[in-house]
């Protein structure tokens, strides 16, 4: 659900582990694409509860801090009327002192920092957020991108398959494997 309008929504999204080469070259990739640079920002995700779902996944409550402020999000997977796991998204601003408050005994291994860069835009009837991140994991630097839709939950699967076509024949992509989520990463870099 979005706090904003409390319509349910679905977040259709596709996140790749990418090349240093291939995350230097997609920013000029895009603009020819319909898309524009909006922010380059750094991200510090607080993860306060998660569960495994049913698709393996996990459904996650998480405070993301950023120079805009602080957002509470909670994830969850579900299966739509066909079936398919698609991800509901509900999330809003948080205040500062309700923030702080929250993340203040999160331990140091369920927190990610990644740097960020932000593109709108598309040719499609629905915009596309497109994330080109960095993050150091396990002292290594690891590159992705994410390409998101804020979709009603009927389509959300179809729109996720629209993104990986997408990303393999527009931006030369190889889009047959998705990246872990962040969260995923995180777990596995604790084991």
């Known amino acids: ?8 929504v679905a977040e259709a999204e596709v996140k790749l582990e990418i ?13 020819p694409l319909h898309f524009r640079q909006e922010d380059n920002y ?6 306060l509860d998660y569960e495994l779902a049913g698709n393996g996944g996990y459904n996650f409550t998480r405070v993301r801090e950023t120079t805009m402020g602080f957002k509470i999000t909670d994830k969850a997977w579900k299966q739509d009327s066909a079936g398919r796991w698609i991800r509901i998204e509900d999330e809003s601003i948080l205040d500062s002192s309700s923030a702080k408050s ?40 690891r590159y992705f991108i994410e390409v998101e839709m804020i979709v009603p939950p009927e389509i959300a699967a179809d729109a996720h398959d629209s993104i990986m076509a997408w990303m393999k024949n527009e931006l ?5 494997t998705e990246a ?8 596995s870099s604790t084991l």
């Open 19 to 31: 090349s240093e080469e291939e995350f230097r070259r997609l920013p000029e990739t895009l603009l």
């Open 172 to 176: 030369r992509l190889n889009a047959e």
């Open 102 to 141: 929250m993340i203040s005994a999160i331990p140091e291994n369920r927190i990610i920092r990644k740097n960020r860069l932000d593109f709108r835009g598309g040719s499609s009837q629905i915009p596309m957020t497109i994330s080109l991140d960095r993050l150091e994991l396990n002292k290594r630097i």
């Open 1 to 8: 659900m979005n706090s904003e309008n409390n319509a349910e």
């Open 180 to 187: 872990p989520s962040m969260l995923q990463l995180l777990i």
């Open 42 to 47: 750094s991200i510090v995700d607080y993860y």
